[in-house]
């Protein structure tokens, strides 16, 4: 698969905005409650004060965030996809959490504007596949992470060989026709699902990870390895 255009992106999840909630819990069968419960027991893991969850979408691992981590603990998610952002600050503002404690930002995850060593904390879900430049995401983030800051990445990987025929079937046949029903969207759901097919697996995302300078990486499986947690902490 090509890298994936970012006018094409934005204007995917622009489409689909209001419906991206209820899209992600039925297409995935409310598995990704479960994945981002496990990307929220790594973040609590050493209670960091600055966190940045990047391509935050509708913002719900940074409201999973904040009601995680302590008071003193600043969310920031962003975006680059005011729709996605608006779906984020309606269920900030219904959570009655203060825009000083968590904030929702529009910005391109490749070039930000934070400056270098912000953040104890990186986080993306179900992002990284969508920017077109892995290398260049991974390095910034890199960059805005303090030395011993950890990134955090969940995403779709390859699943494990048995569960493989039945996972692709799903992709491109019964995915984007419920994802229609859903969303009425069929174009948005077989890019969802192409870009899942052609993107590395566990051990392919390690070495990226290597490759952008990260230490001790380490990576979970997570439903048959439809979905991998990673972790890299800045050097
Ligand atoms: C599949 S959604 C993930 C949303 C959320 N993290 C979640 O777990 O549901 C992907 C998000 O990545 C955003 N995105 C893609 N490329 C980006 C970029 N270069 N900079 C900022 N956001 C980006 C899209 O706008 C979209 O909201």
Known sequence: MTNPDPDVVRATFEGIAPRYDLANHLLSGGLDFLWRRRLIREAKADQPRDVLDLATGSGDVALA?????????????????????????????AAGHSPDSLRFLQGDCLSMDFPDDSFDLVTIAFGLRNLCDRAIGLSEMQRVLRPGGRLLILEFSQPFFFLRPFYYLYLRLILPLFARWVTGDRKAYEYLGSSISGFPDRFGLAEELRQANFGKISFVSLTGAVVALHVGEKK
């Open 65 to 93: 965030l904040r009601k995680a981590l302590s008071v003193e603990a600043q969310i920031t998610g962003l975006d680059f996809c005011p729709p996605m952002l608006a779906e984020a600050e309606r269920k900030r503002i």
